[in-house]
Nanobody
Framework: QVQLVESGGGLVQAGASLRLSCAASGRTFSTPAMGWFRQAPGKEREFVAAISWSSTNKYYTDSVKGRFTISRDNAKNTVYLQMNSLKPEDTAVYYC???????????????WGQGTQVTVSS
């Protein structure tokens, strides 16, 4: 019932910035909370950030605090991940996620996008 499509990934140098976008379609009101996971080659998927419908509640994994900012524009059904001061260890496929609460988005979201590749060179 909900489709998620990520965009904005690419190849950048360490210290650069990228902004990822996730466009949601379908019955988006059924999954008000959204977020981002990432997966590096050979590693498990890792929670990155989550945001509530109202943007009042935001959550970040420790490794990205102070560098990444999650935001959303509900009129556009879009969530963003602004990534600054990128490091090689940020290299991964980034997935947009959605579910009924930020708790679910952080721990086991039900909806996933196809992913967008972010590569940070040193």
């Amino acid at each position: 019932q909900v489709q998620l499509v990520e965009s904005g990934g690419g190849l950048v140098q360490a210290g650069a910035s990228l902004r990822l976008s996730c466009a949601a379609s379908g019955r988006t009101f059924s999954t008000p909370a959204m977020g981002w996971f990432r997966q590096a080659p050979g590693k498990e998927r890792e929670f990155v950030a989550a945001i509530s419908w109202s943007s009042t509640n935001k959550y970040y994994t420790d490794s990205v605090k102070g560098r990444f900012t999650i935001s959303r524009d509900n009129a556009k059904n879009t969530v963003y991940l602004q990534m600054n001061s990128l490091k090689p260890e940020d290299t991964a496929v980034y997935y947009c996620t959605a579910d009924t609460s930020t708790t679910r988005v952080r721990t086991g979201p039900g909806y996933w996008g196809q992913g967008t590749q972010v590569t940070v060179s040193s």
